[in-house]
């Protein structure tokens, strides 16, 4: 699917709080595959704290990305939100070789006004870095780790740091939640709004093909409208690579 996040590196990890394993926090984006979960380990439950402590508000779940070198990489997109508390921020800590993050208004904005620019930012994200995502930031703006081609002795100290190996976590405060046995979903984002209404979750179909439209809307739509797209729920866990190609 176009314009869908990608990120092509090695190891990709997610933590989440393990709170007694009677459910868990799942985060819905476009991929081919849901990396396992793992509870937080004393090291990531330690950065969650701090995390915490500067948004002032609860994380629960993490996306752990390893960028091998420069060619490693993630495209431009939005954050999907479905799962993500409504009013919450996202944030990136920063471990390692020092990389950029671009910022850039979605493509609509001059479809509407064709004399506009798309607005560009580059964000530089230095080694015990964090970057805070606001989702109205993240309604409006696409952001990439686009690869960086440059010769090794062109980049500074901070970008060669750790032999040009980066890691992130991305610390999210997830509201939607699959049962122990992963057969329910509930939360925010699925059918079912509480834990009692828990609902069997949904594999492919139609189902996965609107969740899909909707997450490509969040890419493209400046003035992405969140209850139109994500109110009613979905109880969509695995798209079929065929409809995810
Ligand atoms: O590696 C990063 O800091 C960005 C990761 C990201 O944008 C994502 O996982 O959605
Ligand atoms: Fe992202």
Request: no cysteine.
């Given at each position: 699917m176009e314009g869908k996040g990608v990120l092509i590196g090695t190891a990709v990890v997610v933590s989440h709080?393990?709170?007694?394993?009677l459910s868990f926090p799942i985060y819905r984006h476009p991929a081919d595959e849901s990396p396992q979960l793992h509870p937080f380990s004393p090291t990531v439950s330690l950065i969650r704290q701090r995390v915490e402590n500067a948004l002032g508000h609860p994380v629960n779940h993490v996306l752990i990305q390893h960028y091998?070198?420069?060619a490693d990489y993630i495209s431009e997109h939005s954050d999907k939100?479905?799962?993500?508390?409504?009013?919450s921020k996202i944030v990136n800590v920063s471990l390692g070789a020092q990389r950029v993050m671009t910022l850039r208004t979605k493509k609509d904005v001059q479809a509407e006004a064709p004399s506009t620019q798309r607005s560009y930012q580059r964000i530089p994200l230095p080694h015990n870095s964090m970057f805070v995502l606001g989702l109205e930031t993240n309604a409006k703006w696409l952001h990439a780790i686009r690869t960086d081609k440059r010769?090794?002795?062109?980049?500074?100290d901070a970008e060669r740091f750790e032999n040009g190996e980066r890691i992130s976590l991305t610390f999210r405060n997830i509201g939607t939640f699959l049962s122990a046995d992963q057969a329910r979903i509930y939360g925010q984002g699925a059918k079912g709004k509480t834990k009692e209404g828990a609902r069997p979750v949904v594999r492919g179909g139609s189902d996965a093909e609107k969740l899909i439209v909707a997450f490509g809307n969040e890419n493209h739509q400046?003035?992405?409208?969140w209850d139109e797209n994500y109110g009613e729920g979905s109880d969509v866990l695995h798209f079929s690579p065929a409809i995810n190609a």
């Open positions: 709080l393990a709170s007694a394993y091998r070198n420069g939100t479905i799962d993500v508390v409504r009013g010769p090794e002795k062109t980049k500074s400046s003035d992405f409208d």
